[in-house]
């Protein structure tokens, strides 16, 4: 089904039933026929200046060559050679005689012979007589010859200057040529021809594409009018910017097309991201994957920041070919916390199914002495299994007093035993009671961290997992050890990273591995803290100092919460 006339159709009515309401507008075809005599008066005008610029740069080529020559003519005159070379004769009647005849012979107005230091000795207009030279700009040019444009009381001329060199080499003054430009009416004069035709051209031009241009947009729009448009594109900014989940559209080139508020907030975007390439803008890779690769499950999480984001992507389809994407962002860090609930009804579940599989095995036994009609051996039996829950519960209660991080540590404690695994919680663990909030909060870093150890030791002959967990008056500590292989050197900086995995599991999809870590490190980051790994911590060794992971996390906390607690 085609993706882009869909809504158009959907608010077609709505927007119908307003037309009254925007008839005071110009219709499109009054909108076009204004536009035709703006195009028209914008040919003119543009044409005009490009006559007039055209005039003026064929005025300077043509006119400085001839006024270069023109001085060049006049310093090689053997009178003007030598009496420049004399201050005393340089006053001489000769001199203004010559400059005179240049003037009449060349056109040109003013005809001019300076000294070295630019003052005028001898004009055609004898009102220059005794005025300097504007040579500032032009004394490292002062021995060639050379043209320019000059502002002299608000009247541009044209102006040519050459050296006088005498018979021996050495230049003894400056002989010139200038005339004014011509006026703005004589070059508007020679440009109207010009500017006729092609304003003649503009608007048959315009004309004929303003009429097919109207009736292909009427098509295009369904018959709408240029401010129904604007009322429909103003109702759906505002319907995008106004939900509480954040918008991003891409085109097929993995452009950005659309992008509402909340999105830009959630990924911390800049504001001009229209058009941009979304590998480019996005805050890491893995979001940028997301934004333009299809998901093989809804709901992907990521960690952007201190949010925990869910996207969830849809291909967009025109007339049968894909013509982009649309990404949905979901602000899921609050939801995170109905998720860890239901994490420890999972961990519950998992216990029981342990306990279940453990309790068969044993069932097993006792079924097999009452066969064998050891029945003093099956009370002892019993009552070891009894003794051995009774202490497992007692001795995690007595040093962990909050009930949730209790459960979850008697729960892991069952998954342990089923896998094989030898728990330990160290006798120097001790946790008063905590806030729901803090404990939802530990219930997470411990959980995760006692997984990746049990992941750790899975393949490990000897598995041991040891937690130690401790409260000081500002801060709770939490350390895993465990007797695997350890973490690889070149893998410590990038393990807390979302979706790095050391597990091989293709099948689960790339954005939902290499989590629990990188949600670890986001809850102690929120509370201020950190969460570390370094190697050499196996169980196995008296010193500690073997293979083997030690995770530690730091979460620190307001003094008055405990005692709140106990409290109440």
Known sequence: MSATPALPHATMPAVRRERRRTSRHLTLASQFLLLQLLIVAAVVVGTMGFSLAQSTAAFERTESRRALAVAETLASVPTVRTLMQDPATRHSAALPAVTQSTSGTSGFEYVF???????????????????????????????????????????????????????????????????????????????????????????????????????????????????????????????????????????????????????????????????????????????????????????????????????????LMSFGKPVGSVTTIRDHTELATLERELGMQSVSTEMM??????????????????????????????????????????????????????????????????????????????????PDTLARELSTVVGNLIDNAMDAVHHETDRHVSVTISAEEDAIHVTVRDSGAGVAEDLLDRIFVQGFSTKDDAAAPHAQRGFGLALTKLVCERHGGSVTVRNGGNLLTSDHHGPGAIFEAHLPFKPATVSENHSS
């Open 113 to 315: 012979l300076a000294d070295l230091d630019g003052t005028i000795v001898s004009s055609s207009q004898p009102t220059l007589l005794d005025d300097t030279l504007p040579i500032d700009s032009w004394a490292e040019d002062l021995g060639r010859g050379v043209t320019g444009s000059l502002d002299i009381d608000r009247t541009q001329i044209l102006m040519a200057r050459v050296p006088i060199m005498n018979d021996s080499g050495r230049m003894v003054g400056l002989a010139g040529v200038a005339r004014t430009y011509p006026s703005l009416s004589e070059r508007v004069e020679q440009s109207l021809p010009n500017v006729m035709i092609y304003g003649g051209l503009a608007l048959a031009i315009g004309a004929i594409g303003s009429l097919l241009l109207s009736q292909r947009i009427k098509r295009q729009t369904f018959g709408m009018e240029p401010q129904e448009i604007a009322d429909l594109a103003t109702h759906l900014d505002t319907v995008v910017n106004g939900v509480k989940e954040g918008i991003v559209a891409l085109d097929a080139a993995e452009r950005v097309s659309l992008v509402n508020q909340p999105a830009q907030d959630l990924l911390r975007l800049p504001t001009e991201v229209i058009g941009e390439r979304i590998d480019q803008i996005a805050p890491n890779p893995l979001v940028a994957k997301l934004l333009t690769s299809d998901q093989s499950t809804p709901d992907s999480l990521v960690i952007v920041g201190q949010r925990l984001l869910a996207f969830n992507r849809k291909p």
């Open 353 to 434: 199914r342990a306990q279940t599989h453990e309790f068969a095995n044993q069932l097993h036994t006792i079924s097999g002495l009452i066969q064998l009609g050891e029945y003093d051996e099956v009370v002892k039996f019993v009552d070891g299994i009894r003794w051995s829950m009774t202490r497992l519960n007692e001795d995690v209660t007595s040093m962990i007093h909050e009930p949730a991080i209790a459960a979850l540590l008697i729960a892991k404690a069952s998954i342990a035993a089923e896998r094989n695994i030898d728990f330990d919680l160290t006798e120097d663990s001790s946790l008063p009671r905590l």
